[in-house]
């Protein structure tokens, strides 16, 4: 089944600097579409797409079956804040967030400790990217 998307989440998903073999987390993934359409792209590459509501959760892994069973994409339910790699598993090249209170700036404390978490689970060259640009902009992520 195609992947419906909103214009303006299509405009975001095509901005991404996506490569067949990133690795990708979505932060703030809601019921998961965007990350849909990004494990669409990939081939070797893969998608974490994280939220801290089990009921987004819920959604979107209930939506992304043939996606999840491919082993382009996963589902975990953790908000930004509490993210931590786990054991194996390899750091992230690409990020991005849309309408994620910790890091578009209407969370402050929860951004800091957001953004050492990507730093944390990050390879020396990712890149971080956030809705509020035209249409991403793009952040630096600590100590890069």
Known sequence: MPIRLSPRLAAIVTALPLQPHSRVLEI????????????????????????RSATAIAQARAAAVEE???????????????FVLQPHEEPYDLVFAIRVGALDGRHPEAGRQAMRRIAVATTANARLFVDGGDPLRELAIPGR
Do not use: Y
Not at 31 to 46: D, E, I, K, N, Q
Not at 68 to 82: L, P
């Open 28 to 51: 703030g993934c809601g019921p998961g579409a965007a990350a849909r359409a990004v494990a669409s792209r990939l081939t070797t590459g893969h998608i974490l797409a994280i939220d």
């Open 68 to 82: 999840i069973g491919s082993g382009r994409m996963s589902v975990r339910q953790v908000s930004a804040e509490d």
